[in-house]
């Protein structure tokens, strides 16, 4: 007799979708962070005859910037990315 007029609901962060395309985004930031470092340090490697020390030291730094890109994204460090930060507080006299 006695049915309940509230229906079940999921959050949207668990739906399937959301989290192929969170895997999706990290993967891309991480991989496209390796790759602008590669071609980076491939460019510096060719001007500067420093071969291979500039590929892999950007490539290194590619795999960092990756990775802080991630965390940013994640809420796991600084700013997330895709929030923007708080307005500033008025400061109170007295």
């Not at 895997?23 to 470092?37: K, M, N, Q, W, Y």
């Amino acid at each position: 007799m006695g049915k309940s007029s509230r229906k079940p609901t999921l959050k949207k962060a668990f739906l399937p979708q959301a989290g192929l395309g969170l895997a999706v985004r990290v993967g891309t930031e991480f991989t496209s962070g390796i790759l602008v470092g590669l071609l980076m340090g491939y460019a510096i490697d060719r001007v500067l005859g420093t071969q291979p020390w500039g590929l892999v030291i950007m490539v290194l730094l590619g795999a960092a910037a990756g990775m802080l890109n991630i965390f940013r994204m994640l809420g796991l460090w600084g700013t997330p990315i895709d929030k923007t930060p708080p307005p500033p507080r008025e400061k109170k006299d007295g």
